[in-house]
């Protein structure tokens, strides 16, 4: 995995979280491998990656921050419970993600194309990842911890898959 990609979307992450509903956010340890479904939170935004780049991207939490994110986004920080309106919060912070690292790819020359968000949780029941091994990060918040998980396809996996069509 391309590490100058990878970091585009994790600096579009933290400078939207930052810039625009003032989470700063401090790293937790170091980057590891998640192998699957292990990469998911209990409610984890996904976005899917196509073009230059291929695969997937992840910001997962648990019900509890993901209700306070929502909050921080609706500025209400009243609202009783993670519903779908939390859900759209949360899946318009992965639209403000993704098109930030798209703009950010389209500098380095790439094309990147992707999936409107997904917000699932546990209990949504069983979930196919494109990515089966991503790298992850945690992070910690005043509304809770986050973890930002990126699986890329190398570019061996990309021109393999081309053939095949």
């Keep these: ?22 989470l700063s956010m401090r790293l937790q340890g170091q980057a590891q491998t ?8 209990a409610v984890t935004v996904m976005l899917g990656i196509a073009g230059d780049v291929e695969g997937q991207f992840m910001l997962g939490c648990d019900a509890q921050t993901a209700l306070n994110i929502a909050r921080v986004m609706m500025d209400n920080p009243d609202y009783p419970e993670l519903d779908e309106l939390c859900r759209s919060a949360l899946a318009e912070l992965g639209n403000m993600i993704g098109g930030r690292t798209s703009t950010n790819l389209a500098e380095m020359g790439l094309l990147c194309n992707l999936t409107p968000p997904s917000v699932v949780s546990s209990t949504n029941g069983l979930i196919s990842l494109e990515a089966p091994v991503m790298i992850a990060w945690r992070y910690s918040t005043l ?7 990126i699986g890329l396809r190398d ?8 053939d095949d069509a």
């Design 155 to 162: 570019d061996d996996e990309t021109e393999q898959s081309n």
């Design 1 to 22: 995995m391309n590490a100058a990609i990878i970091n585009r979307f994790l600096l579009a992450a933290l400078a939207i979280l930052s810039d625009h509903y003032n």
């Design 34 to 41: 998640v192998h699957g479904t292990s990469a998911l939170d």
């Design 143 to 149: 509304a809770g911890d986050l973890c930002f998980s």
